[in-house]
């Protein structure tokens, strides 16, 4: 069966840094198309970021220079790294698998498969 279990959240000082794990098993990760996604409290998921089989990323404009999306293929591991935190990015967030390499990556509905979520919380 197919899980996604995500780690490494928690509370920090805004200007700090996280970095988040996806382990994934069931399936063979290198095969897949696989994403982060953060729910807000009161709003909708929204995508990160996205990162194909070799490593071609997409961040959304929010992220883009802060945030990175890596993966282990060997340890069939997803991670975000956060830099530069700030209370906005205050969210549960989430990894998933797509649908081959889905057209709109930040979107929901390429992605087939979720993890629970791991809380990140900043403070001013």
């Known amino acids: 069966q197919v899980q996604l279990v995500e780690s490494g959240g928690g509370s920090v000082q805004a200007g700090g840094s996280l970095r988040l794990s996806c382990v994934a098993s069931?399936?063979?990760?290198?095969?897949?198309?696989m994403g982060w996604f953060r729910q807000a409290p009161g709003k909708e998921r929204e995508g990160v970021a996205g990162i194909t089989s070799g490593g071609i990323t997409t961040y959304a404009d929010s992220v883009e220079g802060r945030f990175t999306i890596s993966r282990d293929n060997a340890k069939n591991t997803l991670y975000l790294g956060m830099g530069s935190l700030n209370p906005e990015v205050t969210a549960v967030y989430s990894c998933?698998?797509?649908?081959?390499?889905?057209?709109?990556?930040?979107?929901?509905?390429?992605?087939?498969?979720w993890g629970q979520g791991t809380q990140v919380t900043v403070s001013s």
């Open positions: 069931g399936f063979t990760m290198s095969g897949y198309y």
């Open positions: 998933a698998r797509a649908i081959g390499r889905p057209p709109r990556p930040l979107e929901r509905n390429g992605y087939i498969s």
